[in-house]
Each structure stands twice: as structure tokens, then as C-alpha cells.
């Protein structure tokens, strides 16, 4: 159930928004026998039940016809996933297994941010900076150890006190008529996010954090919009030592390893569009056309750099895709 008011003040350039939010999340799971058969080993799922009331509210001020500033402080509410509480998996090849957790308890929080809007005919321009405190984070796959029973690693999500993510996000879209009226049909985007997060309790960085990116985009669209074509360059910092909890990667008793630094990596991708009639669309595109090799941190950040199958844990290399869209 969500409640939401705009208030306008000062002609028009004042918006006041303040909202009131309830959810209600309720799980009855039942475990017949496809799901018995398929499961064997791990515990019968169990019953969820929670509820929350949050709030928030936003203000926008208009401070010219192009320029406006905003903030925002906002309470947040997440149920555990379901296969977080009731799921498990086993990979005996692997040597690991994934546990329920169905103690795992909501993730609450408090966000505040502040930004700068501008919006004009050929410029529109975002920066936001932001701070998250949670209550109870959920931090998926976190390693519980190795039980030397079995010979598997066991990962299990889990609640962390207290924790914090903080950062700063920047977007800009330009028509390049701008600059040149030679340049008409031309575009160029840059969208830049970095941010830290950091448990409360241990003082430690959170290592669901991926490092910071950029990504620019320039693209064209034909004066009747018949085709277009665009070029997106994404770049991604490594992921230093420093902002790895390496503690948290390693089971209790294993041999300790320096974690993986995922390496710093660019990558291209070209897409573009063909309208063949008014209602039938031809989209196409090839990603990392430069064949890159490079890893993704939220994607192997829990394995152990020595293993000899590392190369197996890589991001696709090029790789195309073509669809049609048609409209009736």
C-alpha cells in the first residue's frame, strides 16, 4: 500500500513530496515430493511472515528554467530472497554447497541524498551523492566454512548488524547539434558511479561493492529515425586489497590466500536498429567486439586465485545478438 502527496509552493518552483509505504511479504511453502526428491539432505522450508511501515520524502526546487536541486530522505524495507530463507544448492564437482538461512531477518535502512538537475533542449545533466545506513544488511553467499564432514565449503546468506554504503552518481546526455549544426543527429552519454560500503560492526569494506565505472556512449540516429547506430565504451576499475574483506572469503581453519583483485578492464559494444515499416524493427548488437578477457568482481569475487580452471570464470568474449520487434 503506497500513499503519495505533491505539494507545490512558490508559483509552481517548490515541490514538497512526502509518501507513507506499508509491505507485507508472506511465505507458506509446502515441500511435496518433487521437491523432497530434489533436495535431499536439506532442511524442510519454513514459514515467513513480516510487515514494515516506511516513510520518505522529497523536495525539488526549480532554481531557474533549466537548473533545479533535490534531496531526499527515504526509509527502506527488504524481505530476505526466497532462496535465500529456503533454498539450497549442492556442487559436488565444485567442492561447495549453498545453505538456507531461514532465520535471516529484513533488511531496514535510511537513505539521504542530495542532486543537481539540469534539463535543457540539448543538455540534460544529473549528480547525485548518497549515503545508506541499513539495519540487519543481507549479504548473500557469505562463506560459513568448511565442514570437514562432507569435504564441501559452505556459503550461507547472513545478516550483518549495522552497515554502510555511500557514493556518487553522475549522468549527462548531450545532443551534439550543439556544438555544430553539422553534428545533427548525433548523441553523446556519460554515466560515472563509484561507491564504498563498509560493516559497521568489523569496520571492514563490504565486498558486494563493485569498484567504480565509466561508461560513454556516442551514438547517431538518421533525420527520419530509419536506423541508428551507437558505440558504448564501459570502464571499470580493479578491485584493490583494500577494498576486500578478505576474512569473510576464506573458510574458518583453511589455508589463508591473498583474494582476487579483478583486474581493471574496458570493453566496446556497437547496437543499432533498422526500422523496416512503421511497426517492424530490426535491433542488432555486438558486444565486447574487441574480445576482451575480464572479469566482473560481483561475479568471482569468492574464488580462490590459484585454482588452475580460473580462465573458466571470465565474462563472455564477443558475442552478437539480433532480434525483431513488431507492433500491432
Do not use: C
Request: zero cysteines; proline letters at 5%.
Amino acid at each position: 500500500f503506497f500513499l503519495q502527496d505533491d505539494i507545490s509552493l512558490l508559483d509552481g518552483r517548490l515541490s514538497i513530496i512526502p509518501s507513507v509505504r506499508y509491505d507485507n511479504f508472506e511465505l507458506e511453502p509446502t515441500a511435496d515430493a518433487i521437491y523432497l526428491s530434489g533436495n535431499t539432505g536439506s532442511p524442510i522450508p519454513e514459514d515467513y511472515d513480516e510487515s514494515e511501515v516506511s516513510a520518505k520524502l522529497g523536495v525539488l526546487l526549480d532554481v531557474s528554467d533549466t537548473w533545479s536541486v533535490f534531496a531526499q530522505y527515504a526509509e527502506g524495507f527488504r524481505a530476505p530472497p526466497l532462496d535465500a530463507v529456503n533454498t539450497g544448492f549442492t556442487n559436488f564437482a565444485g567442492g561447495y554447497t549453498t545453505l538456507p538461512n531461514p532465520n535471516l531477518r529484513p533488511e531496514k535502512g535510511e537513505s539521504v541524498e542530495f542532486g543537481i538537475r539540469r534539463n535543457s533542449d540539448f543538455v540534460s545533466m544529473d549528480f547525485v551523492a548518497y549515503k545508506n545506513d541499513y539495519q540487519d544488511f543481507i549479504e548473500g553467499l557469505a562463506v560459513r566454512g568448511l565442514n570437514f564432514r562432507t569435504g564441501l565449503l559452505e556459503f550461507q546468506a547472513r545478516n550483518l548488524p549495522e552497515a554502510t554504503i555511500e557514493g556518487v552518481e553522475v549522468k549527462v546526455q548531450a545532443d551534439m547539434q550543439a556544438v555544430a549544426s553539422s553534428l545533427e543527429g548525433f548523441e553523446a552519454r556519460i554515466a560515472y558511479a563509484y561507491s564504498r560500503g563498509e560493516n559497521k560492526e568489523t569496520n571492514q569494506p563490504l565486498n558486494s561493492i563493485d569498484p567504480q565505472q565509466l561508461v560513454i556512449g556516442f551514438g547517431y540516429a538518421s533525420r527520419n529515425d530509419r536506423w541508428g547506430v551507437e558505440g558504448i565504451l564501459t570502464l571499470a576499475d580493479r578491485k584493490n586489497a583494500s577494498d576486500i574483506d578478505a576474512s569473510s572469503l576464506q573458510a574458518d581453519g583453511a589455508p589463508q590466500v591473498a583474494p582476487f583483485e579483478t583486474p581493471g578492464y574496458g570493453t566496446l559494444d556497437l547496437i543499432g536498429y533498422y526500422n523496416i515499416a512503421e511497426n517492424l524493427r530490426i535491433n542488432w548488437g555486438i558486444f565486447n567486439a574487441t574480445d576482451k578477457q575480464h572479469f566482473r568482481w560481483s561475479e568471482e569475487f569468492v574464488q580462490n586465485p590459484q585454482q588452475t580452471n580460473f580462465d573458466r570464470l571470465t565474462e563472455p568474449g564477443r558475442n552478437y545478438s539480433v532480434s525483431v520487434k513488431y507492433s500491432f
